[in-house]
């Protein structure tokens, strides 16, 4: 019977690597924490209902349904100078570690005079995602 006369060197680099079969693996083959994260389960799960995504793209379609109108109405430069004047609006935050009540981008869609879920029980002072406030700015401003 012959034997294999090919060395250890060859066969190793016939071998494919395991982590390379597994995109969130790092080097050693577990996921690397400190660089993506912790993973979520929440993320890859789908929708249980189908009007789940529809309810979380409300706000993005009623815009664009809106957006078409005006533009049906009075021309193209309607949409653009309020889709200008939404974007100004996201633009002015508090620092980051303070909660911003974005009331200039409600006073613009309307909202303002409305009172719904997301007033009642998304209060800020019972918000747990307060952090060291300096570190939160450098973090924003690149500085960490």
Known sequence: MPQNTRGLRSQLKDTVAVTGLCPQAGAYGVQD???K???SVKNELLPSHPLELSEKNFQLNQDK????TLR?????HAPLKLQMEY???????????LQSSNIA???L??????????????DPAQSEVMGEPHIMVE??????
């Open 109 to 122: 869609r309307g909202s303002d005079e409305y009172i719904g879920f997301e007033d009642i029980l998304n």
């Open 65 to 68: 349904m809106n957006f078409a």
């Open 33 to 35: 924490t400190l660089r």
């Open 37 to 39: 994260g912790f993973t």
């Open 105 to 107: 981008l409600d006073t």
């Open 72 to 76: 049906n109405i009075q021309g193209l």
């Open 87 to 97: 974007r100004a609006a996201r633009q002015i935050q508090r620092l980051p570690f």
């Open 139 to 144: 973090y924003k401003q690149g500085v960490l």
